[in-house]
């Protein structure tokens, strides 16, 4: 089993939808989880960070863990064409210095559609 | 953006030629990074630096090698390229996760390279 485990899609969805994106995740000790967005021949940004459980808001977005089903979640309401990407989700265990031990989702490709 | 540049953006080789690929930043960030980026994978790093002449493997490091001379610079070489390691490659760079930075990885814009 692969430590995160996250549907690579394709999700294709009319504008203003709701999209739910999720990642699953064997290790209980990652404690960070972080969703980045990657446009077409881009390289990813950070869109969304949080720590241990809970819900995270930012405008339209919003993350949430629920660690005891090891299990965390990225929403997008009142979905845009410009949120069409591809999301990976991240997530890691240590606090402090490098990410190397940062282990990436591979991705769900998201098309919204006018 | 954060100031990082990858080059070669593009480059097509042969099976068994040597190949380096450098990132530049000038964010003066700690740690730089090499990920491969390929469908069905998702992105594994392949090596990272954590200070100049100071690097580790990640999960994928085999056929490759890294060196950091400056804090600016960090080079992925291939001694003797494969076609198994035909796929994009990012560069990215961070700092310290702290009470007041999350350690946001910045990414380059990658490098598509293709061993035939």
């Known amino acids: 089993q692969k430590e995160v485990e996250q549907d690579p899609g394709p999700l294709s969805v009319p504008e203003g939808a709701i999209v739910s994106l999720n990642c699953t995740y064997s290790n209980s000790a990652f404690q960070y989880f972080m969703w980045y967005r990657q446009y077409s021949r881009k390289g990813p940004e950070l869109l969304m960070y949080t720590y241990s459980s809970g819900n995270k808001e930012d405008g339209r977005f919003t993350a949430q863990v629920d660690k005891s089903s090891k299990y965390i979640s990225l929403f997008i309401r009142d979905s845009q064409p410009s949120d069409s990407a591809t999301y990976l989700c991240a997530m890691s265990v240590h606090y402090g210095g490098s990410q190397g031990n940062l282990i990436f989702g591979k991705g769900t490709k998201l098309s919204v559609k006018p | 953006d954060a100031g990082i540049t990858q080059s070669p953006r593009h480059k097509v080789t042969e099976t068994g030629t040597p190949v380096t690929l450098r990132c530049h930043q000038t964010e003066n960030h700690r740690y730089m990074y090499w990920y491969r980026q390929d469908p069905g994978h998702g992105l594994r790093l392949i090596h990272y630096s954590y200070g100049v002449k100071d690097t580790d493997k990640g999960e994928v490091s085999d056929g490759y090698s890294v060196s950091r001379s400056k804090t600016e610079d960090f080079l992925l070489t291939l001694e003797s390229a494969t076609s198994s390691q035909t796929s994009v490659y990012f560069c990215?760079?961070?700092?310290?996760?702290?009470?007041?930075?999350?350690?946001?990885?910045?990414f380059g814009e990658g490098s598509r390279l293709t061993v035939l």
């Open positions: 990215a760079i961070s700092e310290s996760m702290t009470s007041g930075n999350t350690g946001e990885l910045f």
